[in-house]
């Protein structure tokens, strides 16, 4: 209730508090912390917020957390590259890749056809593995297995591509 995140030693004790949920999160929250412990993903459908787990919350400026919405798309799941940095968004339309900063604009890897996949990240490699359909040249729809992998080189391609992000309402 009081949407306090805490932390404690390997026995269960000495619980101090180190952030806060931000507001506006519904009940219905998954929570992923970063691989260097510094910051905790936590989504829902259509909101999803970085918190800083620094006291002196340097990761993220000013702020101790920062949040992107998606009115029209349903998070399905989002995930930590091994950068520490970015994030692989998967939603119901499409795949893509955003900094977690304020100003993090998404770059969209994949359109995808099917609203609701499976998918399965392998962090040791940063690949990702989804379904989606095709239609075939004779008209049929098939599934298919897709492997996307999101190693270090891809990042250093997209730095020119990704742009801050600008407010909707400009």
């Known amino acids: 209730e009081e949407r306090k995140i805490y932390s404690s030693d390997l026995d269960g004790e000495n619980f101090r508090e180190i952030a806060s949920l931000p507001e506006g999160l519904s009940s219905n929250v998954q929570c992923k912390v970063s691989y260097d412990n510094d910051k905790l993903l936590c989504f829902d459908y259509h909101r999803l917020a970085v918190i800083s787990l620094e006291k002196d919350n340097k990761l993220l400026g000013s702020d101790s957390y920062i949040i992107m919405d998606y009115p029209e798309r349903r998070i399905m799941d989002v995930f930590w590259h091994s950068d520490n940095y970015h994030l692989v968004l998967v939603t119901d339309k499409n795949i893509e890749v955003l900094e977690s900063k304020k100003q ?3 770059v969209n890897l994949v359109n995808l056809n099917k609203r609701y996949i499976p998918v399965y990240y392998v962090p040791d490699t940063d690949t990702l593995y989804f379904t989606d359909s095709e239609r075939a040249a004779d008209g049929k729809v098939y599934d298919n297995v897709y ?7 891809i990042f250093y391609n997209l730095q020119n591509m990704i742009k801050p992000r600008t407010n909707e309402k400009e």
């Not at 492997?147 to 080189?153: A, Q, V």
């Open 104 to 106: 993090g604009a998404p």
């Open 147 to 153: 492997k996307l992998e999101l190693g270090n080189s």
